[in-house]
């Protein structure tokens, strides 16, 4: 059996950056593995710019963006494997995939990054009743269609959920020439960015209609329309409220779900909340040696925090391979959360392993305004950060250092509150 | 040129005429008005063989059902589809209703059903854990089984075409016209046909075909059933089909494993006007979500993957109205097939096809080949079977739907087969690609790519499920004005 140090799992944003930043660390034995003819995953696809401001501080392209990794991972000399699918990953880091040329083949790795990204949400899933015709995409499917292979899925255009991806295929219907005639939300706010609602929606004058969902779908064969209505707060339709829209094409932008069938077989614990693997501090999963980053961990609204993020994982499983990743989890602390986030990623820390700084990534679950996010250690306030808005559709981030924990002394909690200013 | 018969209708009923027809000499067109077989009812069904206790004693129901039960193993290993004989359990929710489930069985023993037995509480928490705390006894009949309704519709059409059958899609026939003579003109959407026979398999229409020629007319009203479909990890929450005997709970949906390791949930009886309105509802889901938990605790609903409805052809009287109208010689119905309709299939196939061989004087097809190799599944090989098959062929190595991890070597073989995948229902129901959790976003452009490839079209033109459904609908930029 081949036997490889680091194996990646996905050749996306994420990927590409942890594969960078192992090699950097010192790591020579790095394959990536990925299941599309190409690198750079779902950015290949999304080719408006506004990708890398926080990286490169200029504007990319999604091909812009995920070239410049591209480019660092070929500079190295780090081997890849395209057109190739991984079937399994055994508790024991033996990873099964195939391809073409190779058939069916093992590696023994000693350390695993997943890097499989997340799928959309799809119809099926959301149980909207109605007929099931062609014209039923969802927005990455048609942003593929588009912008891949330069062909129109629809004309005449309804968006049903306000994701990024949404918003995004929004505006790039309208500039081909289709109709967006109207972008339902489920719930009172928006899942996507602020600035995409304004320069997707509000620059073209398409209605966004908050608490509104599809209700049927119409059409035997193509779709010739839906109805909408508005949700009352327990997000069920309002008799009387029906809209009917003459369409050729529903869009469905309604959450985006991180792919971990292969954690769930290699025994990964997954959390409900993000439907990706709980990590500690090095983001390394229940699986030691096994690390996790960018949306296959948490849905993320920025690549360039995914590239943080994934760079990151990458330093810690070369860290693993040299034996620098005690193994022992005794020293881990659970990160609690109160007064706002559903989440935080990581999800406990060990103070011992911690980096110089660790970026601490969570979102809250309703529109949240002027507030202060705090850290404690203990009953002692470290941190004390405010935020004028906090939304459901952007991420919050708070940097944790070092001495915080070195200042703070032998610490028992540690809490992340968000409280009213 | 006159055919000996035409068939209307490729679903199952209609491909299972065909297929056991071929068994003669004979000239057989099948026409069918979708892009496909198994556009109709067939497609959308509780994918179950049922055992055959359900159906009056001494009705055709009862007879073809069990007939084609006990016909339905063997069928899989001559066609090559996907049968599991998992067993089904009817529970019982009530001490009050425990005489009915003794008449269920009474009535099971009279229609021949074998092996079936009533069990207890214990027993039936044994069997599956997660039934009603309310349940107190069951009908437990091993033979019931669950089958995939695509791979047994597509199998009796494909082996009814290797053996000379001809299909005709995308035609929709019109009127049937009974000749002076003898024979039958059937006019179509794509030109006349002459034939000595007619078959009526038209589903939720045969009752306008039949009415056509024959007399007493006949009235069918689609009865929509909605369902959902779960995800692969609910697999496992049953392992038998639970049916829930109607009693003072009320009427309730099955909850049942599928072939392909995914759970099934409903149906739901309505009776609509519409014979195309395969539209859920708003009230159907939700009453399926709200039924399946009368007999079996915490069905993970959550983990859905589709919803979808289908339309039994019920007839008034309740029967399958089978054989040669009275007075037509050469006029066969095969109408009001609901449930038990799949199961049935089979044994429908037969005995039509006997009739019609008898009416029409059809010698045997000696060179008859009742066997057919199905599209492998590689997923279900060893991995040196599968290294193998990827040394012969290595788009069996390139996996195109991740969900259901099927690769482009199934799809190039539903595709290029006899009758064939043209479309990406078509290849779904053949091969599964775009069957799982993410529906089809995934993969969907890449096998409307091999479609294309195959097919020599361009992109364009593949469609769903035939020419009114179009995936693309223009270039890009090309509608700016």
Known sequence: ?421 | MVYDAIIIGAGVTGSAVARYLMRYRAKVLVVERASDVCEGTSKANSAIVHAGFDAETGSLMAKYNVQGSEMMEALSKELDFAYDRCGSLVVCLSEEDLPKLQALYENGVKNGVRDLRIIGREELLEMEPNISDNAVAALYAPTGAIVCPFELTISLAENAAVNGAEFRFNTEVREIKENAGGGFTVKTSEGDFETRAVVNAAGVYADIFHNQIAEPKIHITPRKGEYLLLDHTAYGHVTHTIFQLPGQYGKGVLVSPTVHKNILVGPTANDIDNPEGVNTTAAGLAEVMEKSALAVKNVPTRQTITSFAGLRAHEDGHEFVIGEAEGHPGFFDCAGIESPGLSSAPAIGEVVSDMIAQRLGLSENKDFTGKRKGIVKAAELSVSERNELIRREPAYGQIICRCESVSEGEILDAIRRPLGATTLDGVKRRVRAGMGRCQAGFCSPRVMEILARELHRDLSEITKKGPDSPIIVGTAKDTIE
């Open chain 1, 1 to 421: 059996m081949e036997k490889v140090n680091i194996v990646i799992v996905g050749g996306g944003p994420a990927g590409l950056a942890a594969a960078a930043a192992a090699y950097d660390a010192g790591e020579r034995s790095i394959l990536i593995l990925e299941r599309d003819n190409m690198l750079g995953g779902i950015l290949n696809q999304c080719i408006h710019n506004g990708f890398g401001l926080h990286t490169f501080k200029e504007e990319l392209t999604g091909p812009e963006y995920a070239r410049r990794f591209e480019e660092q991972v070929e500079e190295r000399g780090i081997a890849c494997k395209l057109n190739t699918m991984v079937m399994d990953i055994s508790p024991e880091k033996v990873v099964t995939a195939m391809n073409r040329t190779d058939g069916m083949f093992e590696i023994e790795a000693k350390a695993i990054v997943l890097a499989m990204g997340c799928r959309e949400r799809s119809r099926g899933a959301l149980n909207i009743p109605g007929y099931r015709p062609a014209g039923i995409y969802s927005a990455g499917t048609a942003q593929r269609l588009v912008n891949i292979e330069g062909y129109m899925p629809g004309r005449e255009v309804v968006i049903l959920g306000s994701g990024d991806i949404g918003l995004i295929m929004a505006r790039r219907m309208t500039l081909e020439g289709a109709k967006v005639k109207v972008v339902a939300e489920l719930m009172p706010y928006s899942g996507g960015l602020k600035r995409n609602i304004v320069q997707c929606l509000d620059d073209f004058g398409i209605p966004l209609k908050l608490s509104h969902t599809v209700v049927d779908i119409e059409g035997k064969d193509r779709v010739t329309g839906v109805t909408i209505a508005e949700v009352d707060s327990h997000n069920k339709p309002i008799p009387g409220t029906e809209e009917h829209y003459s369409c050729d094409t529903l869009l469905l932008s309604c959450g985006l779900l991180p792919e971990n069938e292969l954690s769930r077989q290699a025994g990964v614990q997954l959390s409900p909340v993000t439907n990706g693997p709980v990590v500690n501090e090095s983001l390394e999963t229940s699986i030691p040696g096994v690390f996790a980053a960018g949306n296959v961990l948490h849905v993320h609204d920025l690549v360039d925090y995914v590239s943080e993020e994934a760079a990151s994982a990458g330093r810690n499983a070369a860290a693993y391979v040299r034996g620098e990743l005690a193994e022992d989890r005794s020293g881990e602390i659970p990160l609690e959360f109160a007064g706002g986030p559903r989440y935080t990623v990581p999800a406990a820390i060990d103070p011992e392993k911690m980096n110089d700084t660790l970026t601490v990534r969570f979102r809250v679950g309703a529109v949240m305004k002027n507030r202060f996010v705090d850290l404690y250690l203990d009953d002692e306030r470290v941190l004390h950060r405010r935020r004028q808005v906090m939304a459901p559709g952007e991420m919050e981030e708070l940097v944790l250092k070092r001495t915080m924990f070195e200042k703070h002394g032998p610490v028992q909690k540690i809490t992340i509150r968000v409280e009213e200013a």
